[in-house]
């Protein structure tokens, strides 16, 4: 059964960082395409940041573009995504999802990820 779980969300004053972190049991990524969603309370989930592990290609919304970094480690069993000069509008509950990398392009749309954490509230502070 895969199970993904995200830790490294917190409380941190505007242009602080954080440091997410997503662990896979029950498989590597080596297959999948993984990717970060955000969810705002009264909003829709939203994608920021993709990682695709054959080829090492990364997307990123525009809203997080050039402060926000997608990672994976040398096991592909973790997924790091690396947030820098973080603003109030960064505040959600961030999610780590995989889908397979036979998925197609569409990798902004949360329908095309089979398998999801449980989400960490990152906290913004103006």
């Known amino acids: 059964q895969v199970q993904l779980v995200e830790s490294g969300g917190g409380l941190v004053q505007a242009g602080g960082s954080l440091r997410l972190a997503c662990a896979a049991s029950?498989?590597?990524?080596?297959?999948?395409?993984v990717g970060w969603f955000r969810q705002a309370p009264a909003k829709e989930r939203e994608f920021v940041a993709t990682?695709?592990?054959?080829?090492?290609?990364?997307y990123y919304a525009d809203s997080v573009k050039g402060r926000f970094t997608i990672s994976g480690d040398n096991a592909k069993t973790t997924v790091f995504l690396q947030m820098n000069s973080l603003k109030p509008e960064d505040t959600a509950v961030y999610y780590c999802?995989?889908?397979?990398?036979?998925?197609?392009?569409?990798?902004?749309?949360?329908?095309?990820?089979?398998?999801w954490g449980q989400g960490t509230q990152v906290t913004v502070s103006s």
């Open positions: 029950g498989l590597t990524f080596s297959n999948f395409d």
């Open positions: 999802a995989a889908r397979s990398k036979y998925s197609g392009v569409s990798y902004y749309r949360p329908d095309t990820y089979a398998a």
């Open positions: 990682i695709v592990w054959s080829g090492g290609t990364t």
